[in-house]
């Protein structure tokens, strides 16, 4: 089964930049993954889909200042003009042969 | 407005069932385009998958859990449920049902904690 690794850890100013890596396993790097956001005491919130290819498809309502990219078996997802809101955790997720894979998450914290 | 939204007990011993509830509610549990699940969140840890469904029919499940999960759904309430056995401790979270599009979780309920004690 594939492997999702991510920093336990970031942190960037309001109204700056900031990319989160989610990186798959070796023999996995060409999978698809989704991201997810959860703001305190909050269930999680699909972001987007992030395609092999890079192409991403994003969730009703998710702001254009989130977007996805890819580089081998690294998986960004950038959040531009930081918010105080965007101040969560953030997980990354895939798939294989019916059985789904969470990364261990990112805490992002908003300075 | 796909909605869905976890029901259950609050507080279950341990060794015993715990018995969950998703229903959903602004799309058919029924559709072939979507797979069902569940997922669980330890206090202060990060999401792990307990398993989902597909078409009323095919399920499938977390192999460090197979034993003891059980996932099955009432298509003339619009429902799925999740039975986990022998509970302990390291049991307690809190238990999302979700539904997958092309696999990908896109739909959360809002979640429902379950502590396990005596």
């Known amino acids: 089964q594939p492997v999702l690794t991510q920093s336990s850890s970031a942190s960037a100013s309001l109204g700056s930049s900031v990319k989160l890596t989610c990186t798959l396993s070796s023999g996995h790097s060409t999978y698809i993954i989704a991201w997810h956001q959860q703001q305190p005491g909050k269930a999680p919130r699909y972001l987007m889909k992030l395609e092999g290819s890079g192409s991403y498809n994003k969730g009703s309502g998710v702001p254009d200042r989130f977007s996805g990219s890819i580089s081998g078996a690294d998986r960004y997802l950038t959040i531009s003009n930081l918010q105080f809101e965007d101040e969560a955790d953030y997980y990354c997720?895939?798939?294989?042969?019916?059985?789904?894979?969470f990364g261990g998450g990112t805490k992002l914290t908003v300075l | 407005q796909l909605q869905l939204q976890e029901s259950g007990p609050g507080l279950v011993k341990p060794s015993e069932t715990l018995s969950l509830t998703c229903t959903v509610s602004?799309?058919?549990?029924?559709?072939?385009?979507?797979?069902w699940g569940w997922i669980r969140q330890s206090p202060g840890k990060g999401l792990e998958w307990i398993g989902s469904?597909?078409?009323?029919?095919?399920?499938y499940y977390n192999p460090s859990l197979k034993s003891r999960v059980t996932i099955s759904v009432d298509t003339s309430k619009n429902h799925f449920s999740l039975k986990l056995t022998s509970l302990t401790a390291a049991d307690t979270a809190v238990y999302y049902c979700?539904?997958?599009?092309?696999?990908?979780?896109?739909?959360w309920g809002q979640g429902t904690l379950v502590t396990v004690s005596s």
């Open positions: 997720e895939t798939w294989d042969s019916n059985v789904w894979v």
């Open positions: 979700a539904r997958h599009s092309s696999r990908a979780t896109d739909s």
């Open positions: 469904m597909f078409y009323s029919v095919n399920t």
């Open positions: 602004g799309g058919s549990i029924s559709s072939r385009s979507y797979y």
